[in-house]
């Protein structure tokens, strides 16, 4: 068992070399560029850069605490099921004030809901401060709810201002539903993101205890693993050039196939008495990877199957058995036996995975011959409107 320095060594070479994998092939993208494919509308790139400037700092927030949230519970005393039902409690939040979230922040207005986030984000900040396991349950539930103010209150903040300057149709949820269940292509991507998804959130619950033990910074793991989800994102951007053509269909199945290899390796190197904190950091870096092949690809394919007028209600519906199923995962598939519970629920969450991959097999069988989820033969970027 690799422990201590080895493990420190192993997660920073980890990080340099991802870190100088990604700027080489950004640095590599811009040189091959085309002059003349950079927005043409100033006015444009300046909404943009308010937008992001705000937005990013609301999700830096959120991912600066991500590697030490469990670590922090650890800290406390709490067993690993007393940690996974914090983690369950916010994940049921999110479900129930993710539902609500569009009528609310309608309700209340853009600019409100985003300051409501401010305020319940740093509220669910310093319920941490606190070692009471209830005033902890109320911290997760809060971060339900800023999560599903993050990700709507901001948007719709977003949307607004294209529709004020481009005429774009509004959303409704009761359509999202009936869309949903009319087009199979709509009902299988929900299939393969809920399944994909719900291993993705439980993966974020397990990473620290299974590495944590062997001395492993956390910090820098983390950072080996946003380092990873860009280095995939950047091969995505390559295979879907116009050199290689690969169609986001192909990097969905891929992103799949990796999760699965990955869980596989997970199921072994985390085993009762024959840990491998290398082999599973490894197996975490390639899920990472996947990621950054699979967020693009399936954000591509959404955009394609799901009409415009009903995005964000289809959305909706599809982080519903998102979370119920990583709910149940952490709920029914761990117990307070780290060693056996671990291992029992990367087993669990292979067979989930296979079952995406199963799902996309269905999908690739309905969509065979649709040229509309085909990425056009590129003169320069594929989907990159001039503005």
């Known amino acids: 068992v690799v422990r201590g320095p080895a493990m420190l060594v192993t997660a920073y070479i980890a990080f340099v070399v991802l870190l100088a994998s990604c700027l080489g092939l950004e640095l590599s993208r811009c040189r091959a560029k085309p002059s003349g494919r950079a927005c043409s509308n100033p006015s444009f790139v300046r909404f943009q850069l ?3 400037q705000v937005y990013f700092l609301a999700l830096a927030a959120d991912w600066l605490q991500a590697p030490y949230l469990y670590k922090l519970y650890q800290h406390y005393h709490f067993l690993e099921g007393q940690i996974a039902i914090l983690y369950v409690c916010g994940l049921a939040s999110t479900v129930l004030f993710g539902l609500v979230a569009s009528s609310l922040v309608d309700w209340l207005g853009r600019k409100k809901s985003c300051v409501l986030f401010s305020l319940t984000y740093s509220l669910c900040c310093l319920t941490k401060l606190s070692r009471d396991y209830f005033v902890l349950l109320v911290g997760r539930a809060l971060g339900g709810l800023s999560t599903a103010l ?3 209150a901001f948007e719709a ?5 294209h529709v004020e300057r481009h ?3 509004a959303e409704t949820c009761a359509g999202g539903l009936r869309c949903l269940l009319s087009d199979r292509r709509v009902l299988l991507l929900g299939t393969i993101q809920a399944l994909f998804e719900s291993v993705i959130f439980i993966f974020v619950f397990l990473w620290t205890p299974v590495l944590d033990p062997h001395g492993a910074p956390l910090g ?3 950072s080996s693993f946003m380092a990873a989800s860009l280095l995939g994102s950047s091969l995505y951007r390559i295979a879907t050039s116009k050199r290689y053509h690969l169609q986001p269909m192909h990097l969905v199945s891929l992103a799949v196939l990796i999760v699965v290899f990955s869980l596989f390796m997970l199921t072994f190197s985390t085993s009762p008495g024959q840990e491998s904190p290398v082999e599973s950091f490894i197996a975490f870096l390639l899920i990472e990877l996947a990621c950054g092949l699979y967020f693009p690809s399936m954000s591509f394919l959404r955009r394609k199957v799901i009409p415009e007028t009903e995005q964000a209600g289809v959305l909706n519906w599809f982080r519903v058995p998102l979370h119920l199923l990583a709910c149940l995962g952490l709920l029914v598939l761990h117990d307070s036996d780290r060693k056996t519970g671990t291992r029992n629920m990367f087993s669990i969450c292979s ?6 991959l199963l799902a996309v097999v269905g999908l690739f069988t309905v969509v065979r011959h649709d040229a509309e989820l085909r990425v056009p033969s590129p003169t320069g970027e ?3 409107p001039e503005l």
């Open 150 to 152: 993050l990700f709507s």
């Open 50 to 52: 308010d937008f992001y």
């Open 382 to 384: 594929p989907y990159a």
């Open 167 to 169: 005429d774009f149709p």
């Open 351 to 356: 067979a989930v995975m296979v079952m995406a």
């Open 157 to 161: 903040w977003y949307i607004h201002e």
């Open 220 to 222: 820098i793991i983390f």
